[in-house]
Nanobody
Framework: QVQLVESGGGSVQAGGSLRLACEASDGIFRRNDMAWYRQAPGKQRELVKNLTGYNRKNYADAVKGRYTIARTSNGYTVFLQMNSHKPEDTGTYYC?????WGHGTKVTVSS
């Protein structure tokens, strides 16, 4: 089973940027749909962005125009570039592919 490790989380002020990375133990992102989710404290996990194996991208309305997603050509890493942060972006961000979840990376946005 593939292993996923997220990184890049941290604390940032509103308006700032962070780039998250999800590294897989094999090149699973090359041809498989994947997604980034986030879970705010006390709330359900929600879809942020997904990226299909054919490079089609879908975005949650809350992040449109602020977040972009990209993967390396070898399929080992997917990045989530997050700009113009808002306090409501605070949460733990998870990478997901083929029924496998990463452990998450925490993002805290202060106003």
């Amino acid at each position: 089973q593939v292993q996923l490790v997220e990184s890049g989380g941290g604390s940032v002020q509103a308006g700032g940027s962070l780039r998250l990375a999800c590294e897989a133990s094999d090149g699973i992102f090359r041809r498989n749909d994947m997604a980034w989710y986030r879970q705010a404290p006390g709330k359900q996990r929600e879809l942020v962005k997904n990226l299909t194996g054919y490079n089609r991208k879908n975005y949650a309305d809350a992040v449109k125009g602020r977040y972009t997603i990209a993967r390396t050509s070898n399929g080992y890493t997917v990045f989530l570039q997050m700009n113009s942060h808002k306090p409501e972006d605070t949460g733990t961000y998870y990478c997901y592919v083929r029924e496998v979840w990463g452990h998450g990376t925490k993002v805290t946005v202060s106003s």
